[in-house]
């Protein structure tokens, strides 16, 4: 399988501070897709990184990819409690369909 | 704005009951996917669509049918509910099948199956 695993399953941290999330993968991939989901609701899109590109940005969001170790990072910078959701990677290759992961909950405090 | 919107977000139902959950999308993709999202598990998809009347098999289509009759619409059929059916459901379109292309995911519905 080419779960994305994320990595911590939970994470506390106080507003204004930065928040990393990991996720591994075992196969080749095409891309990684990151997603959010607030408590009890659909996922949102949040940045998708192909396999020839090695870091993304969108705002305060900041994706890497490192393709030798099957790895990628999120990091939010600056979070808010409005960043308060689970956030998800997602791997696309080959014929397979999307693969999400389990998820990282992400809790930050005011 | 992109719209993916599913009929219900709360539903209960009885055990053997057939169940409906209806997306629909305003985006004219082609491809429509129905998941279950279970609590460690993440996401796990039941079946896809990528065309109209076409559909495939996800991971976990047992117990479950979908029915594409118009591009936008994707329904997703429990044909007598269980109550290892109890989940969240939902309900995504995109501009591709293989994942090349980001997903647009409605709400949710939470089911409960009793």
């Known amino acids: 399988s080419q779960q994305g695993e994320e990595d911590p399953q939970a994470l506390s941290i106080q507003e204004g501070e930065n928040a990393t999330m990991n996720c591994s993968y075992k196969?080749?991939?095409?891309?990684l897709q990151w997603y959010r989901q607030n408590s009890g609701r659909g996922l949102v899109h949040l940045i998708l990184?192909?396999?020839?590109?090695r870091e993304k940005h969108s705002g305060r969001l900041r994706v890497t990819l490192d393709t030798s170790k099957k790895s990628s990072s999120l990091l939010i910078t600056a979070s808010r409690a409005a960043d308060t959701a689970s956030y998800f990677c997602?791997?696309?290759?080959?014929?397979?369909?999307?693969?999400f992961g389990a998820g990282t909950r992400l809790a930050v405090h005011p | 704005d992109v719209k993916v919107t599913q009929s219900s977000r709360y539903l209960v139902k009885r055990t053997g009951e057939k169940v409906f959950l209806e997306c629909v999308q305003d985006?004219?993709?082609?491809?429509m996917f129905w998941y279950r999202q279970d609590p460690g598990l993440g996401l796990r998809l039941i079946y896809f669509?990528?065309?109209?009347?076409?559909?495939e098999k996800g991971d976990i289509p047992e117990g479950y049918s979908v029915s594409r009759e118009k591009k936008e619409r994707f329904s997703l059929i429990l044909e007598s509910a269980s109550t290892n059916q109890t989940s969240m459901y939902l309900c995504?379109?995109?501009?591709?099948?293989?994942?090349?292309?980001?997903?647009?995911f409605g709400p949710g519905t939470r089911l409960l199956v009793l």
């Open positions: 995504a379109s995109s501009l591709d099948v293989q994942g090349r292309a980001s997903q647009y």
């Open positions: 196969t080749s991939i095409n891309n």
């Open positions: 990184i192909r396999s020839n590109e």
């Open positions: 997602a791997t696309a290759g080959g014929y397979n369909k999307l693969i």
């Open positions: 985006m004219d993709h082609e491809n």
């Open positions: 669509s990528y065309d109209v009347k076409m559909k």
